[in-house]
């Protein structure tokens, strides 16, 4: 396992352009030293509404940024939001560019071995999205059609171990039109964001969830050592639910509470 971690960091850090450190090596713990910044910088893709997304004042907001935002203040601090290439994220994170992601990552085995999590803070479920009308009723059906996925998430994963036909792109909103304009035959994402941005543009769809797995949890992510950061930030994020201040966020953002 620990040869496992090593090799996972090794090829995040490869992937992101950086230096790799030794499999020994261990982060010295960063929560004095962000209180001292008075800074958290908090990444995440920008490409993903309602969750996280660039508005027309070139502001990135949504659920996610609001999350952080909150989470920050509680803690001391300010957040600076930062945006960057999704199949790239945890590499820049271990590479020191950003501090932590609040960028709707579900919490997985694999990312597990070379970050911590903090939360989860959402929950959400896998779903597959046709245009009105499809043939498409099923996952059996989406063999030998073309289906849409983001780069570098779980979803991708998935697919491809089930052998289907994919298309990758950068962001939900890519996603979305290439389903419209009939490039691809399906896509596969987080139910709850899909719906809610095809229902803010009108676009017609027709879904169902994946049977084959359970609801999954969205994580802040944070760099290995550093437990005193996971406990400030959780207790941050675990009186936000306790307030209502959660709450608020959430209707404001999906119009729902999505605990």
Not at 39 to 67: C, K, L, T, W
Not at 153 to 179: C, D, F, Q, V
Not at 214 to 233: D, H, K, Q, T, V
Request: no cysteine; aromatic share 8%.
């Amino acid at each position: 396992m620990i040869f496992r971690r090593a090799t996972l960091k090794l090829a995040f850090l490869a992937a992101a352009g950086f230096a790799a450190f030794g499999p020994g090596a261990v982060a010295a713990e960063e929560l004095e030293t962000l209180k001292e910044k008075g800074v958290i910088r908090i990444a995440m893709s920008g490409a993903y509404p309602p969750f996280n997304f660039v508005n027309d004042q070139n502001e990135v907001v949504g659920f996610d940024p609001a999350i952080g935002t909150e989470i920050a203040k509680r803690m001391g601090m300010e957040a600076e939001i930062v945006t960057t290439a999704w199949d790239g994220i945890i590499g820049g994170l271990l590479a020191n560019k950003y501090d932590a992601i609040v960028g709707s990552m579900t919490i997985t085995e694999e990312r597990d071995e070379v970050v911590d999590f903090v939360g989860p803070y959402y929950s959400d479920k896998r779903a597959i999205f046709t245009q009105p009308g499809s043939d498409i009723k099923s996952l059996d059906d989406l063999e030998g059609v073309k289906v849409g996925l983001t780069l570098g998430e779980t979803h991708e994963g998935w697919a491809r171990e089930r052998g289907y036909s994919i298309n990758t792109y950068k962001g939900l909103p890519e996603l979305l039109l290439e389903l419209e304009n009939g490039r691809v035959d399906a896509i596969v994402n987080d139910s709850i964001a899909a719906i809610l941005a095809m229902g803010e543009k009108g676009q017609g769809f027709e879904m169902f969830a994946d049977p084959t797995t359970e609801p999954f949890g969205a994580g802040i992510a944070i760099r290995e050592g550093n437990p005193e950061l996971s406990a400030a930030m959780q207790a941050a994020l675990d009186s936000m639910m306790e307030d209502g201040t959660y709450l608020e966020i959430a209707n404001e953002w999906i119009g729902a509470d999505i605990r």
